[in-house]
């Protein structure tokens, strides 16, 4: 039969009355969330303990002897927050827990009534996710099964609910299946366990994401989906598509009003669709010409320009009532993608973007970050001046990170859940509906830059072309897709333990995995140790000092081989000298993690424009307390790592080599800047200025570049120690092994046709040396180690890697004095043996003329004006990596002001900090940190602009915090500026 799709003139004017009046008011009273509150109240018990599930449907049912749940949440965090267990946090709790009482299945139960306010015609009861599995029942009728965490569950309860009485809601959730990566997939694979969280008892299953109830009409809204285009970056063309479904039995018709804001960009359309059927309705530019949008907003990443975005408010008209209102936030960009010279380059709007940011393996271990905590999370990327931050193994779900994301202009990199594992889901056809599903979700986030498939491997088929399909069709192809998260146009991921600075500036970093050089790296890392307030928050007293197997607990040990903790206790003990305790050593380590921190980045920019297109930290934050991959702690303490990178990312950043001694200013962002000044000094320890260092240099900042302004004039060795010394091997079958360092490029000495073949050379007495020189025949090794010795019998490994090559390599470490040096063979590239031109031994420790032991690098990059545009310190051995001279500074007395205000809900403190001109010494090293007065305990999380500062002799520095006006209470602050000298 013909169905009209006219309206009348009143049902018209009724119509477009309530898209103006109605949908506002719609919206807010639409949704009622059933998350757990004073107000509503969730149960949770083991299903064996269960006798009869029917029991639990019937509105008298006692559940004294049930555990408050969390929801959202986990079963096990809502044990925790009853108190049934020990805080997990603290000391190996978390390792105690009896795994078997939460790795199995529970029951959810609540009991909600529905609102007067819902007076539309459908009541849908809402679920965003479940981990991993789960049944819904209200009222005793099994509504259906949620599988996969990322599935939503949008049920029609209208003809079950009870609008008059209470109502009873049980979830019966299943426990993931093992193993997680990838049988289990998808899932939080880590909650089984990695080399920076333990065990979750429980898997973190549970009612994970929001429940909430809503109320329509017949007529609903689903999947919006907003796409934009630039033809130029002057005008926009946006299409707008969704779905319409008709809930109802027979024909119904509305109308659909769009809304762009800021614009008040309108457009209407009218809508029929079938009984119990769904329709696409779509506004494009070629038929609503509104929606090309001249001198767009568009989306930046942070350091390129404002994040700007839009609202579109879709409501949808029956008769004279709002059927469905939906909220869109989206931004306006064009990625682009290019894969020059082997490397992944990202553009966005046309401008390339050099990639800084950082991994997340999950926001929280219990999934107990939620709501506004993201907000503070990505917040503290963006202050570390980071673009893009990885969502390793698609470990993060909730939608508030993606919003944080697009506030502040932090790109994603979204992994799907497959790790290198060479297996499947255990239902594919599961887990290809909650890629779907996750695409859907969050592909109106401007922020999503690259879809990943998997983490440092390559999925089994069909898992590839399934994922390259489901994006050209539900993302449209829109962004770039990564088979392989360290492969394809990268450069691997690793190492991820604390190196020596000049490495990342030393050809060529080795990642595992990828493509040799600096290019794009997903993953690259150190050890990050907290500060003492944080340390003593989850470490027992009895086990702060010395390191011992709780420190392990906590991934400072074999746990977290990946993070070299030894190398790191190494970098502390060389490099400041022994810690006399556990606050010793805190303080020790954070200049360790700015050191480092900052060089990763700094490496990477060196090459900028060259081969060099980004770097993700691996990690950014803190998902458990450890002392491993962070740069704010799990307590929102900011280390020396957080400092040392935003430093290191600045847009406009002025750097210094520590390999060749080149300054360079680096420019990340999308305009070049002319006519700049940077200026470098050198300050011995007395503060000092040691003139003959000084140089200065105008120079011009072009995008994406980094332009080299001059070179300190000090003094670097290369000479060779090894030449013409006594040379020992494991074998040789091209002559005497001592034709590897006569000084003759044309002889050589050959290993036999094994792996462990090694070489050393005695100096012939003990000498400083920081780095060897290799040049390899065809016969190389895939892998080998430098190792030195002061016998020849207990060797020390000073570097290794797994990615060898032929020709000729030069290689840099922390100087070490030794007498010997060897290069062990591990694993051979060829059939053949190994084979060296030439063994090189570099000599170290040579002081430049009129320098103290240790001494300061000031750099300062001032515009045509003379207004600061960066600067950067660094502190400088004559041995190089020996700062313990620094422990001779003399105390300062800083002269502290500061001044509170509080407005919009943030408490300001702004503060003076002065090292007095009359001082004796540089103030090294400044904490400043915000207490309460009456506890001495840490204000956080906290946004700080400035930390472990040093100012000269007569210098100032403002340094602003910002926290929560709530997070003082009644308290008062206390102020404290602590710098290195001044220890205890």
């Given amino acids: 039969m013909f169905k009209s799709y006219i309206f009348s003139l009143k049902a018209l004017i009724v119509a477009f009355v309530v898209l103006l009046q109605g949908a506002k008011s719609f919206a807010q009273s639409n949704i009622v969330y059933l998350n757990s509150s004073a107000s509503q109240v969730w149960k949770v018990k083991p299903q064996v303990d269960v006798n009869n599930p029917t029991d639990i449907t019937q509105a008298n049912y006692n559940t004294a002897n049930w555990v408050n749940a969390i929801v959202p949440g986990t079963v096990f965090a809502s044990y925790v927050a009853a108190g049934l267990e020990n805080d997990p946090n603290f000391g190996d709790n978390i390792y105690k827990v009896d795994r078997a009482k939460y790795d199995r299945s529970f029951w959810y139960r609540t009991e909600f009534n529905v609102p007067a306010s819902y007076t539309q015609k459908n009541v849908w009861l809402n679920f965003k996710g479940v981990n991993r599995k789960a049944d819904i029942y209200l009222n005793g009728n099994k509504l259906g099964t949620l599988d996969g965490f990322m599935q939503r569950g949008q049920i029609d309860i209208t003809g079950l609910v009870n609008r008059k009485a209470k109502n009873i809601l049980t979830v019966l959730v299943y426990i993931p299946k093992q193993p997680l990566a990838n049988v289990g997939s998808p899932n939080y694979v880590s909650s089984a366990s990695w080399d920076w969280m333990p065990y979750v008892p429980g898997l973190n299953s549970g009612i994970t994401d929001k429940v909430y109830l809503s109320n329509t009409g017949d007529l609903t809204i689903q999947d919006p989906w907003i796409q934009t285009k630039l033809p130029t970056n ?91 209102v939906q909220n869109i936030k989206f931004g306006i960009k064009r990625y682009s993608y290019d894969t020059v ?402 000084g003759n490029n044309n002889t050589r000495w050959a290993s036999n046709y094994n792996d462990n073949e090694w070489i050393y050379v005695d100096l012939g007495k003990e000498q400083v040396v920081n780095g060897v020189g290799l040049n390899w025949e065809d016969a190389y090794p895939k892998s080998f180690k430098i190792q030195v010795s002061d016998d020849a019998k207990n060797w020390r490994d000073v570097y290794s890697t797994n990615d060898g090559r032929a020709g000729q390599q030069q290689v840099s470490f922390t100087e070490a004095t030794v007498r010997y040096v060897r290069m062990l063979g591990v694993e051979r590239a060829t059939s053949w043996g190994y084979s060296l031109w030439n063994f090189e031994v570099y000599q170290g420790d040579v002081a430049s003329e009129g320098l103290s032991d240790v001494h300061f690098i000031k750099l300062k990059l001032t515009d045509k004006t003379g207004k600061l545009v960066s600067d950067n310190f660094y502190w400088r051995g004559n041995k190089r990596k020996d700062y313990t001279a620094l422990n001779t500074l003399p105390k300062v007395d800083l002269k502290v002001s500061y001044k509170t205000t509080r407005a919009d809900g943030k408490y300001l403190v702004t503060a003076q900090v002065t090292n007095p001109a009359s001082s004796k010494a540089v103030a090294f090293g400044i904490r400043v940190q915000a207490l309460r007065a009456s506890t001495d305990e840490q204000v956080l999380p906290a946004i700080v602009n400035d930390n472990y500062f040093s100012l000269l002799q007569g210098e100032t520095k403002i340094v602003k915090i910002e926290f929560a006006d709530d997070a003082l209470g009644n308290d008062t602050i206390k102020l404290v500026a602590d710098p290195y000298n001044n220890r205890k």
């Fill in 234 to 324: 002057a005008r926009a063309d946006v299409s707008v598509a969704l779905e319409v479904k008709n809930n109802s039995s027979s024909g119904q018709q509305g109308y659909i009003k769009g809304v762009i804001n800021p614009g008040n960009i309108e457009f209407t359309k009218k809508v029929y669709v079938d009984a119990n059927a769904t329709t696409t309705v779509k506004f494009d530019p070629k038929n609503f010409e509104q929606l090309m949008i001249n001198r767009p907003k568009l989306w930046w990443p942070n350091g390129y320009g404002d994040p700007n975005l839009y609202d579109c408010k879709l409501s949808l008209v029956m008769g004279d009532e709002v059927s469905d």
């Fill in 341 to 742: 010279g082997h490397v992944l380059h990202v553009a966005i709007n046309g401008t390339r973007v050099f990639i800084k940011g950082g991994d997340w393996g999950m926001a929280e271990y219990l999934l107990r970050c939620r709501g506004n905590e993201y907000d503070t999370k990505v917040r503290l990327h963006k202050e570390m001046n980071f673009n893009m931050i990885r969502n390793w193994v698609g470990s993060t779900t909730d939608e508030e990170f993606y919003d944080a994301c697009d506030k502040y202009g932090i790109m994603v990199w979204d992994d799907f859940w497959l790790n290198a594992n060479p297996n499947l889901p255990a239902d594919l056809n599961v887990f290809n509906a909650n890629v779907i599903e996750k695409i859907k979700r969050f592909r109106n986030h401007p922020a999503i830059a690259v879809w990943c498939a998997e983490n440092e491997g390559w999925s089994e088929a069909p898992i590839n072309g399934w994922l390259k399909e489901n994006l050209a069709t539900f993302d449209g192809g829109d962004r770039w897709y990564q088979p392989n998260s360290h492969a394809e146009n990268l450069t691997g991921s690793g190492p991820w333990d604390s190196r020596d600075p000049r490495y990342y500036f030393t050809a060529y970093p080795v990642g595992s995995g990828g493509n040799i050089g600096w290019g794009l790296r997903t993953e690259l890392g150190t050890a990050v140790f907290t500060n003492f307030e944080s340390f003593k928050k989850f470490m027992p007293k009895e086990n702060w000092w010395p390191r011992n197997q709780m420190w392990n607990q906590h991934f400072f040990g074999e746990l977290a081989f990946n993070a070299g903790p030894d190398n790191y206790d190494r970098s502390i003990t060389v490099g400041y000298g022994a810690p006399t305790g556990i606050e010793d050593y805190c303080r020790k380590a954070q200049f360790v993690n700015i050191e480092t921190n900052k060089a990763m980045f700094e490496g990477w920019q060196d090459h900028i424009g060259e081969d060099a297109s980004g770097l993700m930290t691996w990690m950014s934050q803190s998902a458990y307390p450890s002392m491993v991959w962070q740069t704010y702690d799990y307590y929102y303490d900011l280390t020396g790592a957080f400092w040392g990178a935003k430093k290191a990312c600045e847009p406009i950043h002025i750097q210094w080599n520590p390999v060749n001694n080149a300054v360079k200013v680096v420019n990340t962002t999308r305009a070049d800047m002319e006519g700049l000044t940077a200026q470098a000094e050198i300050y011995n320890l007395d503060g000092q200025l040691v003139k003959r260092y000084n140089q200065t240099q105008v120079v011009d900042a072009l995008s994406n570049s980094a332009v080299e302004c001059f070179r300190l004039n000090l003094s670097e060795s290369k000479a060779n120690l090894a030449l013409n010394k006594f040379v020992y091997a494991s074998s040789s079958t091209n002559g005497d092994p001592s034709l590897v360092n006569d």
